[in-house]
C-alpha cells in the first residue's frame, strides 16, 4: 500500500512515519508513505494555493488548479483505490473504517487548510471525506498522521505477536482489559492472582469480564446490541 499526502505544511509530516511501527511497515516494504508540498503545484508565479471567497466572507479557500495538477500527476503514476479528504465535516472516523481502509490499495490524502477546498475539488476528485472527531484542528495533517497509523499497523505482516492488533481496544468491540508486568508487587499494589495462576482459560474469561465491565462503565454506547 502506497499513501500519498497532499500538504501546505509538509514539515508537520516529518516525523511520524519515521519510527517505529510505521518505520517497520516501510522498511518491511509493506507500506510507502510519500508527503508532498501542494505549493510545488502551484499555477502562478507567487506559488499561491489559496485566494479569496468567491462572495465574500473571512478566510482563503484553497483552488482548485494546483489540487488537480498533483492528483493527475500522481494517478499518471500508479492506480488509487480512494482519494481521501481529511475534514472537520466529513463521516467521523473509527475502527470499522480503519480495517476497511486497510484491505485497500494505494490512496491519496487531501489535508484540508483555511476555509477548505473549492466545493469542485469534492465533485470531480473526492472518493472518500474523513474527519477524527468533533473538535478543529488548524489542518487536516495531523489527520492524516492519525489515520496512517491507524491503517497501516493493521496490513497483514506489519504488527507481530508482541503488537498484535486482535487484542486492541475495540477491534471485537470492547475496550481493552487491564494489563500487568513485573513487579508482581509494587509498594503493596499486588497483581490480581489469576494472572499468576498459570490456567490460561480462566485467565481468559477474566480479561473477557474485564473487558466487558470496563466498556459498561466508561463507553456504554459500545454496549448496544451486545447480549453480555
Ligand atoms: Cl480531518 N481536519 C481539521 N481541520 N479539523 C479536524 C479534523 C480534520 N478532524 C477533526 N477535526
Not at 508527503?35 to 468567491?54: E, G, I, M, P, W
Request: glycine fraction near 8%; charged fraction near 30%.
Amino acid at each position: 500500500m502506497r499513501i500519498d499526502i497532499i500538504t501546505v505544511v509538509p514539515g508537520l509530516l516529518d516525523g511520524p512515519f519515521a519510527h517505529s511501527i510505521l518505520k517497520r511497515a516501510e522498511d518491511k516494504g509493506l507500506a510507502a508513505v510519500r508527503v508532498h508540498n501542494l505549493r510545488d503545484f502551484s499555477t502562478n508565479k507567487k506559488k499561491q494555493v489559496d485566494d479569496y471567497a468567491f462572495g465574500g466572507g473571512a478566510g482563503m479557500v484553497m483552488m482548485i488548479e494546483p489540487i488537480a495538477r498533483i492528483i493527475e500527476a500522481l494517478k499518471s503514476e500508479r492506480a488509487y483505490d480512494e482519494v481521501i479528504y481529511l475534514t472537520p465535516d466529513g463521516e467521523t472516523f473509527n475502527q470499522n473504517m480503519a480495517n476497511e481502509l486497510s484491505l485497500k490499495g494505494n490512496m491519496i490524502m487531501l489535508c484540508g487548510h483555511y476555509k477548505g477546498v473549492d466545493e469542485r475539488v469534492r465533485q470531480r476528485f473526492i472518493t472518500k471525506e474523513i474527519s477524527i472527531g468533533d473538535y478543529v484542528l488548524s489542518g487536516g495533517e495531523l489527520a492524516a498522521a492519525v489515520l496512517t497509523d491507524a491503517i497501516i499497523r493493521l496490513i497483514p505482516g506489519v504488527l507481530n505477536d508482541e503488537t498484535s492488533a486482535l487484542t486492541d481496544s475495540f477491534q471485537d468491540g470492547l475496550l481493552a482489559p487491564p494489563v500487568y508486568t513485573r513487579p508482581a508487587v509494587y509498594d503493596g499494589m499486588e497483581v490480581p492472582e489469576i494472572l499468576l495462576s498459570g490456567h490460561q482459560a480462566k485467565i481468559d474469561d477474566w480479561r473477557f469480564e474485564q473487558s466487558v465491565r470496563r466498556t459498561k462503565e466508561r463507553r456504554p454506547d459500545l454496549m448496544e446490541g451486545k447480549d453480555f
